[in-house]
């Protein structure tokens, strides 16, 4: 056999079977859509559609991208682009050039990420408000949520053994709490310098409640570890949690907080233990994030990752004034794997990136 990918006979993903398995969870994600569609338009908000083709997919340290190329006609030359892993930089442009309340739901791409609640293809839910707080999107988030939830006659969210019931309030924690209620760290102490966290202190922290931290471990990879192992399998137990106030080394496109400068207007959403929403009150300020994108660059770099360019036009947009505004974005695969009652994603999108496990 050579190395091309080969689907296994047994069981491909286009097998009549499988398809009319999960047609019950495909009507219910169309209708789901429809109805999300009527809650956005019923605010006058506009939908849409910005290229999947990126000059930057973005500076997150960790982030890993799909990367093409694009060849104009009677250009011999190949154009490095990628595909989007969000449609953040261009939807924020579109504020800049003045629309005010704008959704969309968008194919978006990361490399190295597949799991029961990951896949390298997925479907975002993203929307923006100008002149709004972060409260004001994470209140959509919430409705949106009960709402779909209401159309499906969905009464509960189910996940292995956690349980959520969407109709009742949501939880709003700090992300300050949540470290002292589930973790018992008060991440405070290491947080002095809003820019250069305590590592020391903090690796010290972990290993005293039993997280496993290593040398080169940084302070954001740190708090990755003991976010995932101590705090989020306890957020969206019996009712959804927004999370918020997250410390500034995490703010990534998030304006810092008018109330304490170590923080930052971001927040996420979750249901079961899982993360479904993440969303910011919209860091506009021009000089700001270009230092932030100097600063990714060099994590990147100092962690050995492909260093992405720097969307010039994004900031260009930036420093020609973008309004006040918050967004957020909504794994809608996610939601759909909640309200279907579905173990995993590939449960819920019907014709799956081929997994090279299948190879034979």
Known sequence: MNDTLVVSQQSPWWNKDRISRLLPNLRERNQTMATIRRWFEDRQF???ETPTLQISPGLEPHL???KTSL?????ECDHPL?????????????????LEQIFQFAKCFRNGERSKI????????????VNENWRRVAGDTESLIRLAATSLGVREFRLEDRICYPQKPFEYLSVIEAFRSFAQIDLRPTLTDPLQPDRVLFAHMARDIGVRVLDEDSWDVIFDRILLEKIEPNLGIGSGVVLHDYPLPLAALAR??????????????YLCGVELANGFGELIDFSEQSERFKADLS???SLGKELYPVDQDFLAALESGMPDASGAAMGFDRLMMFLSSAASLEEVVLSPVLNRTHER
């Open 256 to 269: 810092q907080s008018i109330n304490d400068p170590c923080l930052s207007e971001r927040f996420e959403v």
């Open 64 to 66: 890993l991208a799909f």
């Open 46 to 48: 506009i939908e849409v």
């Open 71 to 75: 060849r104009e006609p009677f250009d």
């Open 299 to 301: 994590k990147r770099h």
């Open 118 to 129: 990951h896949h390298p293809e997925f479907t975002m839910l993203e929307w923006y408000r």
């Open 82 to 98: 990628y595909l989007q892993t969000s449609p953040e930089y261009a939807m924020k442009k579109l504020l800049v050039g003045g």
